[in-house]
């Protein structure tokens, strides 16, 4: 298994530009999520989905859109970037938890940091 | 909204010592909680999860334990390692499928 795979690794941006991180798993998790961790903040949930064509806004959600049309990708958008979203972006999935054999584990990507000039 | 705080941000051992890495949350409400590591410029890698049900796990030298009631959680490690040396955090799952960070007790490890 590949677990979860985010791209790109590494991105820089000029102010106003537009991208988009992808996100995959290949574990049939019901749950993905994506997460900003900045210094000193620790990590922060920008948006979070339990399934496809379901999402709905974490923590700090501005400047960001998703959406979830298949159950094993999860792309976080940036519309318009701004120097404020430099920062390092981690997806994550998990089962939604419940059944006899899942734990609800929590898997997490590789990372991708982002930065906006 | 769930509060998680981890006692102490940074510590620093000398090689060989037991330590223990403390981690406390507001909302006992739980479904689960995770301890993982985080090397620099890494992803998190999950060390031990921990069930609302079970009181503690073990994986090799890291044992975690968990006080639903009293809110509390914590990451103990026998004979550390310089290879221990990562930020190591704690994330209790709410029942609502919500995961709460804290910001990681940053262990060094020396030789």
């Known amino acids: 298994n590949a677990g979860v795979t985010q791209t790109p690794k590494f991105q820089v941006l000029k102010t106003g530009q537009s991208m988009t991180l992808q996100c995959a798993q290949d574990?049939?998790?019901?749950?993905m999520s994506w997460y900003r961790q900045d210094p000193g903040m620790g990590l922060r949930l920008i948006h979070y989905?339990?399934?496809?064509?379901?999402?709905d806004q974490g923590e700090v959600p501005n400047g960001y859109n998703v959406s979830r049309s298949t159950t094993e990708d999860f792309p976080l958008r940036l519309l318009s970037a701004a120097p404020s979203q430099t920062s390092v972006y981690f997806c994550?999935?998990?089962?939604?938890?419940?059944?006899?054999?899942?734990?609800?584990?929590?898997?997490f990507g590789e990372g991708s940091r982002l930065t906006v000039l | 909204k769930q509060e998680v705080t981890q006692i102490p941000a940074a510590l620093s051992v000398p090689e060989g010592e037991n330590l223990v890495l403390n981690c406390s949350f507001t909302?006992?409400?739980?479904?689960?909680l995770q301890w993982f590591r985080q090397d620099p410029g890494k992803g998190l890698t999950s060390l031990l999860l921990?069930?609302?049900?079970?009181r503690e796990q073990t994986s090799g030298r890291l044992n975690a334990s968990l006080d639903k009631s009293s809110g509390r959680s914590t990451l103990y490690i026998a004979a550390s390692q310089p290879g221990d040396s990562a930020t190591y955090l704690c994330?209790?799952?709410?029942?609502?499928?919500?995961?709460?960070f804290g910001t990681g007790t940053s262990l060094t490890v020396i030789p």
């Open positions: 994550a999935s998990s089962p939604l938890g419940g059944g006899i054999w899942d734990t609800g584990e929590l898997f």
């Open positions: 574990m049939n998790h019901e749950y």
């Open positions: 989905s339990v399934g496809a064509g379901i999402t």
């Open positions: 909302d006992s409400a739980i479904y689960n």
């Open positions: 921990i069930q609302s049900s079970q």
């Open positions: 994330a209790p799952r709410g029942t609502g499928n919500q995961f709460y």
